[in-house]
């Protein structure tokens, strides 16, 4: 018999990844047809999201937390060595990579504010702080991050696989969903009120339209 389903993902965080994987190609397709503006645009509202999803990884639901998902070194090893407990959420190695994934986000839109292309037409809202070559710099980094990061995803996407055909253990319908088995022992999601989403979402907008027009 199948056990209950019940929620290991709130709405918010889902969102949150689907958004993010089409914006990644998205990004990466203005700059090929060259539509820049299309491109700031686009990068803003990623810098909109991974500004939620850091504060919503202080505030929002249980398995959405940073506190909930960073394990110390040895209770990572003792997961991969196959001897860690059942896992409700992101298991010790799995959200070390999240950490990863969201730093390299970040960091790739941290570049992009400041970033102009060669002839100076297109730049990030904030690369009126640095010098032109400074600028240029900065688009070879965004380009280099561009790379990393899809190297992670890559290593991401893999392991999901893994997961899915080796372990049996199926992550993709839960983050479509939201539902997966209820947890043999110990405690499910504890949702965030609504109040919490409203204040992460409204400070992440704010953050981001000071920005994007205003600094
Ligand atoms: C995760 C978010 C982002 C991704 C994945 C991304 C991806 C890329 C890629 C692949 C390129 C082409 C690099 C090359 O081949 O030269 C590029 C260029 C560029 N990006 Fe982004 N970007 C992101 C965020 C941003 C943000 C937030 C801004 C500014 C608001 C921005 C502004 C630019 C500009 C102005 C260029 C042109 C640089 C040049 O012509 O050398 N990007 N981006
Ligand atoms: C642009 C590509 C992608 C990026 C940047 C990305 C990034 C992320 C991030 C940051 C998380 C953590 C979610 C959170 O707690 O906020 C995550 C989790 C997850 N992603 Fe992706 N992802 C990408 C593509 C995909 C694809 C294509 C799939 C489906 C095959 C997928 C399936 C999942 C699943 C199932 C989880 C939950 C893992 C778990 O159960 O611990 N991702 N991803």
Known sequence: MSRETVVVW??????????????VPALWWTHQID????????????LGLVLFRLIWGVIGGSTARFTSFLRGPGTVLRYLRGR??????HNPAGGWSVIVMLLLLAV?????????DED??????????????????L???????????????AFHVGAILYYQL????????????GRRAAPESGEAMIAAPL????LAAALAAILTWIVSNYL
């Open 10 to 23: 709130d709405l918010p965080t889902r969102l949150f990844h689907w958004a993010i994987v089409l914006l």
């Open 35 to 46: 539509r820049l503006d299309l491109h700031i645009l686009l990068g803003e509202i990623m």
């Open 84 to 89: 860690g407990t059942a896992i409700f959420g």
């Open 108 to 116: 790739q839109v941290g570049l992009g504010l400041f970033v102009s």
């Open 120 to 137: 100076g037409l297109n730049t990030g809202p904030l690369s009126h702080l640095v010098s032109y070559e400074s600028a240029r710099t």
């Open 139 to 153: 688009a070879d980094r965004h380009e280099t991050v561009f790379y990393i990061l899809l190297g992670f995803i």
């Open 166 to 177: 080796v372990r049996r253990d199926r992550l993709v319908g839960p983050m479509l969903s």
């Open 195 to 198: 109040w919490r989403f409203v």
